[in-house]
């Protein structure tokens, strides 16, 4: 531990991490076990609330509306610092815990286990909360216009993946449906009397593909056809595709996000067939990163024996609704190694790796060094005021 985390408490944390660490793998292997899609966590949703109840936390099971986001609290009510430790538990049937959402919500149960114990010493409000459905509506997005946030001076988050970064990267993303609309007929007898819509459709994939060696390096296209027809002797007169755009910024985003909707709307067109692309409500914003916080983290990595390497700027990013929440706090989301790079996340061997020797090591490691990043903040009023000046810098403009 770091000796700049005043005399006892530091190696009081990592006690506290040792002496419950069998509840946090409990938490883990539970999660892994127990793969519920978005907004349907209720088993992860129970078993975390009741263990945090469990460690004396105040716990309110049902906040902004989510059945299955929950707000656990300890420490004074006159702390001087407030963090919130943040757990995310939907998984990907059939994919299972492909995202490693169980070492997600391990490590930041473990790290709240391990300030309760010097959380009053250090005027420190440890919040837990937990935010449903990352792969689906966006629990984050909800919660932070519900205001779960607004009290907070940092919250954070771990990911797993394939390095140590402390200040990983992430894309801002924009999902769209298309839908072809077409005319049935005979696809036999006369399937010139009919207009194919999935024709459309993949010919709007194939005009996508055709876009991807122009597009920005840091540019990502991807999707899925949904429906392309009911039986197979009827020319398909409806198919509809969920296609994800994902860029650096906003204004890369647009701009990618026009020639992918063009793309299909001539393809689909192309065929006699009519196109609707309806954009999703809301776009994932890229993670704003606050240097004051990220260097703190990659201190505390190192000193856990953790050799963090520098941001990846072209690949290995994804997309998450902490984006739209680090606009209105600061946010935390390293990325802490816990595969080789052979082992993709959204696939059945990151499942497979998200349990075991290398996920544990990965929990122990990101608990220890989000409490002692957090300890470290609560302590120190330089840090925390530099972390709000280049908060305030990055999003209003004003330091």
Known sequence: MNDRIAGPVAPRIRAALEEHWHDVVAVSEFIHAH?????NEFACHAHLTTALKQHGFDVDCEIAGLDTAFRATTGPDNATTTVALVCEYDGLPPYGQSCGHNVVAA?????????????????????????????????????????????????????????????????????????????????????????????????????????RPNLPPTARVHGIIDQGGIHPQVVPDYARA??????????????????????????????????????????????????????????????????????????????????ALSRRVPYLQPQIKMTPRSISPHSHRFH?????PDAESCIF???????????????NPQVRAEIQRQFRSATTGTS
């Open 107 to 211: 490590a930041s149960y473990g790290a709240a286990l391990a300030l309760e114990p010097v959380a009053d010493e250090l005027g420190l409000r440890v919040l837990v909360i937990g935010t449903p459905a990352e792969e689906g509506i966006g629990g984050k997005y909800i919660l932070g216009d519900a205001g779960v946030f607004d009290e907070v001076d940092f919250a954070a988050s771990i990911y797993p993946g394939m390095d140590d970064i402390a200040a990983s990267r992430t894309l801002a993303a924009h999902r769209l449906t298309i839908e072809a609309f077409g005319e049935p007929a005979h696809g036999a007898a006369h399937p010139e009397l009919g207009i194919n819509a999935l024709d459309g459709i993949a010919l709007g994939f194939a005009a996508m593909a055709m876009l």
């Open 365 to 379: 490691d990101a608990a220890l060094a989000l409490a002692s990043t957090a300890a470290e903040v609560a302590r």
């Open 35 to 39: 793969v519920e899609e978005s907004s």
């Open 242 to 323: 969920t296609v994800v755009v994902r860029a650096a910024d906003p204004t890369e985003l647009a701009d990618v996000r026009i020639r992918v909707m063009r793309a299909f709307e001539l393809a689909v067109e192309s065929v006699g067939a009519r196109c609707l692309v309806t954009p999703a409500e809301r776009c994932a914003e890229a993670l704003l990163n606050v240097d004051a916080l990220t260097s703190l983290f990659e201190q505390k990595l190192r000193t856990v024996g953790r050799s963090p390497r520098p941001t990846d700027e072209i690949a290995g990013a994804w997309s998450t609704d902490a984006g």
């Open 352 to 356: 497979d790796a998200s349990i075991g």
